[in-house]
């Protein structure tokens, strides 16, 4: 996950191969954990994360490139293990293996680990089971209410209350560093510098109503997007965005995104802004999910109030980018160019794509209540 941009210790590539350099950043060509657990609910990763460990020795709990870098300098150090370790903080526990654990050692060589274990409250990784049980139980996270970075948004008055909390990447550096290693396993187009200190994190959390009596009233973490405090494109309103897979299919991600857009319209100079490109497959399915029924409900108010209205006007009605709005006015099929080189809407094609997609252009249906923006 792109969150950081460090200069430091990148190697120049002069001499490695695209892959070599690849997997220094944390891109794989395939995943190479096979498993994740999330609390109680595990799920398969989706691609590929070498961020978190060295392919060469995972019986600590250094990261990839600072074991990398280690290597360069002495190689002596180089050494294959099988052993387990803990990451959660300051101090790093290594253990053998024993019947609590995962053979880490699998028989497809693709994969480095058969299974990870990950605090759903801070993140903190282990190989051994029962290490993330006893870490799980006395976590200082898990509390009622996530006590970490700022609150921005609180929403008690729904059947399923939601949170917001900023989390400022310097200020809470291992917290956010577990939390985009975490993220990478569900990111395709992301890699891993690990500077995180110019990054903002913006974590949803709810409760989890199919937990057990003991944990059903501590608000967890479900998805965050970060975003760049200085980037490159001052039009980058979000640098990547993640639903946890088990809290998928909540409408959380578009959530998320609206939230993205009243937090841009306070940041100077963004009035006109969006996520940064490329956007993950999920990531662009949820935009122009998201996109396409904000332009429908502009459209439609405006249809009868003007003859025609400008590329420039939508922005300017809806905050997004005009390249944002293309893309999707093209995926709703509503451009048409006539022998003039003219470019217009088809308001026909505008009603099916409203009737296909369930879409009710008269009622602008918002994620976000403006009551509850702590902003």
């Known amino acids: 996950m792109s969150d950081g941009k460090s200069t430091k210790s990148r190697p120049k590539g002069k001499g490695r191969s695209k892959k070599e350099v690849n997997t220094f950043y944390g891109l794989l060509d395939k995943p190479n954990i096979r498993r994740v657990t999330l609390g109680k609910y595990t799920c398969d990763t989706w691609y590929g994360n070498a961020a978190y460990f060295n392919s060469n020795d995972w019986s600590h709990s250094m990261?990839?490139?600072?074991?990398?870098?280690?290597?360069?300098?002495?190689?002596?150090?180089?050494?294959?293990?099988?052993?387990?370790?803990?990451?959660?903080?300051?101090?790093?526990?290594?253990?053998?293996?024993?019947?609590?654990?995962?053979?880490?050692?699998?028989?497809?060589?693709?994969?480095?680990?058969?299974?990870?274990?990950?605090?759903?409250?801070?993140?903190?990784?282990?190989?051994?089971?029962?290490?993330?049980?006893?870490?799980?139980?006395?976590?200082?996270?898990?509390?009622?209410?996530?006590?970490?970075?700022?609150?921005?948004?609180?929403?008690?008055?729904?059947?399923?209350?939601?949170?917001?909390?900023?989390?400022?990447?310097?200020?809470?550096?291992?917290?956010?560093?577990?939390?985009c290693l975490f993220g990478k396993l569900f990111l395709d187009d992301k890699s891993v510098y690990y500077n995180i200190d110019y990054f903002n994190f913006y974590i949803i959390y709810g409760i989890d109503n199919t937990d057990d009596a003991q944990d059903e009233l501590f608000f967890k973490p479900m998805g965050f997007f970060s975003k760049e405090l200085l980037a490159y494109d001052n039009d980058n309103n979000l640098a990547c965005i993640c639903i946890f897979p088990p809290f998928q299919r909540r409408h959380l991600g578009s959530l998320l995104i609206e939230f993205s857009y009243e937090l841009a319209k306070l940041t100077p100079g963004q009035y006109y802004s969006g996520p940064e490109f490329p956007l993950s497959p999920f990531g662009k399915v949820s935009y122009l999910n998201y996109w396409s029924k904000k332009l429908a409900t502009v459209i439609y108010a405006h249809l009868n109030d003007k003859d025609t209205f400008t590329l420039k006007d939508l922005a300017t009605w809806t905050g997004f980018r005009k390249e944002d709005i293309l893309l999707t006015l093209e995926y709703m099929k509503l451009l048409q160019t006539d022998n003039h080189g003219n470019v217009q809407l088809l308001l026909g094609n505008f009603q099916l794509f409203c009737k296909e997609h369930n879409i009710d252009p008269i009622q602008e249906k918002s994620m976000i209540k403006e009551d509850c923006l702590l902003i």
């Open 63 to 179: 990261l990839g490139y600072e074991y990398s870098n280690k290597i360069a300098l002495d190689p002596s150090v180089k050494r294959k293990s099988s052993k387990s370790f803990s990451s959660t903080g300051d101090t790093t526990t290594t253990t053998n293996n024993n019947n609590d654990s995962n053979d880490n050692e699998t028989k497809d060589n693709s994969l480095w680990i058969d299974q990870l274990y990950v605090c759903e409250f801070c993140f903190a990784y282990t190989m051994n089971n029962n290490e993330f049980q006893k870490h799980r139980a006395c976590c200082t996270y898990r509390v009622y209410q996530p006590t970490v970075g700022r609150l921005v948004y609180r929403d008690d008055t729904s059947s399923s209350p939601y949170i917001i909390r900023e989390v400022r990447g310097f200020q809470h550096s291992l917290f956010a560093q577990n939390l």
